[in-house]
């Protein structure tokens, strides 16, 4: 069996690529791409720790990523939207040239 | 410990490639690979609710909206330009300063010394009836974030109209 420590460092190194996507990528769908791979990356720990913890049977953890996925469903579809209207309004998707509120 | 380890692989080896491919269409593609992955390490666990819903909404809801996007955006076309923004240099450093910073905590701490607790019973049925008595009034408010975030996006994505100024 697996101990904690490894689900909690995979859990931190695809934090770590999400966070990297979402900073350095210039097209707005794979920043949002990797914002949902920091939400699974949460995801994980709360699972991991609901396994590992002292009161497993509490259920609170199951129930906590259960919250966190519907949330993040949520999430993604609104991101989305937005994405596509910010496309139709400025014809690019790219969040570098949507710089209208800089000058 | 071998299965973990290919999952692991799998899901780091998707999320990569997800950030880093050219074409947005292998982007997304990717992206379903990790969530697999993911999936797949919430069964070895022991959730198996939540590794099926992680299946129902990321790949079959999530992964398709993504594509959507793509489509609607002409994103399947490769883009000219450079695909990293300018500063990805100071990105990359603040996600390795992330990461080792989380990493040296989690090794540091007593997590690594914890030993493994029997595997929990967590059946689909004791989630439902906690869901029914404990969790009634969280479910209800998720249903309604979940009703406004669709009509939210529905209204978002409308076509704006051509009204004169």
């Known amino acids: 069996m697996t101990p904690l420590h490894a689900y909690l460092v995979l859990s931190a190194l695809l934090f770590s690529i999400g966070l990297a996507g979402a900073l350095i990528r210039r097209n707005a769908i794979i920043v949002l791409i990797g914002i949902e791979l920091m939400l699974n990356a949460a995801n994980l720990n709360f699972i991991a720790f609901w396994r590992f913890g002292p009161n497993p049977q509490a259920l609170t953890g199951i129930v906590f990523a259960i919250f966190s996925i519907a949330v993040a469903a949520a999430e993604a579809a609104v991101g989305l939207a937005l994405i596509i209207s910010i496309y139709r309004h400025y014809q690019t998707a790219n969040v570098d040239e949507i710089n209208s509120m800089k000058d | ?165």
Not at chain 2, 17 to 41: D, E, K, P
Not at chain 2, 112 to 128: D, F, H, K, N, Y
Not at chain 2, 139 to 153: D, F, M, P, R
């Open chain 2, 1 to 165: 410990m071998s299965i973990f380890i290919i999952l692991a692989a799998l899901t780091v080896a998707g999320a990569v490639s997800a950030l880093s491919l050219r074409n947005l269409v292998h982007c997304a593609l990717a992206l379903t690979v990790a969530f697999v992955g993911l999936a797949g390490l919430y069964l070895q666990l022991g959730a198996q609710f939540v590794g099926f819903a992680q299946i129902l909404v990321y790949i079959g809801a999530v992964a398709i909206l993504v594509v959507f996007a793509i489509l609607l955006t002409r994103g399947s076309e490769p883009p000219r330009q450079p695909i990293f923004s300018p500063g990805w240099l100071g990105g990359a450093v603040v996600a390795a300063v992330v990461f080792s910073l989380l990493t040296g905590m989690v090794l540091s701490s007593e997590a690594v010394t914890r030993e493994i607790p029997p595997l929990p019973q967590a059946t689909v049925a004791s989630l439902g009836e906690g869901f029914m008595t404990r969790y009634i009034l969280p479910l209800e408010v998720l249903g309604l974030l979940l009703t406004a975030a669709l009509i939210g996006a529905v209204i978002i994505a409308l076509k704006e109209p051509r009204e004169s100024p």
